[in-house]
Structures are given as structure tokens and as C-alpha cells.
């Protein structure tokens, strides 16, 4: 059984940080972290491989956020950064077999949790 826990969430002024975590439970994967704002449709943000070597960004966080993994912790971090408006939503970390930025290719979910950046 495979877990995924996020944290890290929260209310934000335009221009500042957060770093998100999720922990994970079982073996190891490559991981995705993902995004789902109010109407739209859940978007890929970054992706990171199981062994933390190959990394890749969406268009619109590159340059702003950073995905990185601790596999001693077996944790996955999104550190972002200049975070503006349209970055709110529900941020989903996700686990999946093989490298991928379609959602429908990630096996297993965490529950997401809410950033929300205030202009």
C-alpha cells in the first residue's frame, strides 16, 4: 500500500515562497507534483525521477520552482518561489512507474493541499 502526504500549504502575498512536502510510504518512484485551481483541470507542474537525476518543469513554473527528493526520507519537495496569483490551487503530489506528465499515467495520489497567493 502506497501513501502519499502533503504539506506545507497555505495563504501567500505575491512575490514570496513556499516549500511543499510529500512524504511517501513504500517503495520508491518517480514522482510528479501536480496542480487543480477552482473550474480547471488538473495541470503537471514538475517531475523528478526515482533516483533524483532527470528533473522537468512546466512552462509556466520554470525558473520559479524547484522539485527535489530526499529518497533517505523518502520525501519530495516543491520549493516555489515569486509565486503569483495564478498559482493558486490544490497542490497533488503523485507516484507513478515511469516518467510521465499526464496525470493518467501516476498510479497513486496524495490529497493535495491548498496554496493560495494573494495579490
Known amino acids: 500500500q502506497v501513501q502519499l502526504v502533503e504539506s506545507g500549504g497555505g495563504l501567500v502575498q505575491a512575490g514570496g515562497s513556499l516549500r511543499l512536502s510529500c512524504a511517501a510510504s513504500?517503495?520508491?518512484?518517480?514522482m510528479g507534483w501536480f496542480r487543480q485551481a477552482p473550474g480547471k483541470e488538473r495541470e503537471f507542474v514538475a517531475r523528478?525521477?526515482?533516483?533524483?537525476?532527470?528533473?522537468y518543469y512546466a512552462n509556466s513554473v520554470k525558473g520559479r520552482f524547484t522539485i527535489s527528493r530526499d529518497n533517505a526520507k523518502n520525501t519530495v519537495y516543491l520549493q516555489m518561489n515569486s509565486l503569483k496569483p495564478e498559482d493558486t490551487a490544490v497542490y497533488y503530489c503523485a507516484a507513478a512507474n515511469f516518467i510521465s506528465v499526464r496525470p493518467s499515467d501516476y498510479n497513486y495520489w496524495g490529497h493535495g493541499t491548498q496554496v493560495t497567493v494573494s495579490s
Open positions: 523528478i525521477t526515482w533516483s533524483g537525476g532527470l528533473t
Open positions: 513504500g517503495r520508491t518512484f518517480n
